[in-house]
């Protein structure tokens, strides 16, 4: 790890898992364009296996995964919410503790 490497901004993972690719990139365009998030990656489709109400169910998912900082989470999780199709969207952060100081420079340029 880097030593100069400092978490100021408290940069997030924030993830998110969807039912559509299409329903993944709306919640990465307008994260983006709030400057909730610096950048997006949508991953899928994947295999989900959870038990929801009671009966173990199996979904295809797609993953959007935002970078962002714990200053912006709860904007970001409202946008989330307001685009998200699930009655109880799976929402995960996952603190950053170290990577490139330039590409950690570069996210906190973009984000609000």
Known sequence: MND???NDTKLLLVLT???SAEEAQKIADAA???HFAAAAQII???KSTFRWKG??????EWICLLKSSEPLYES???TIKSLHSYELPG???IPVTGGSMNYFQWIQ???R
């Open 4 to 6: 100069e490497f400092k």
């Open 17 to 19: 898992n969807t039912s």
């Open 32 to 34: 983006i364009h709030n």
């Open 44 to 46: 899928g489709p994947v």
């Open 55 to 60: 009966k173990i169910e199996n979904a295809e």
């Open 76 to 78: 970001l999780e409202e």
């Open 91 to 93: 929402i995960l952060t």
């Open 109 to 111: 340029r973009q984000l």
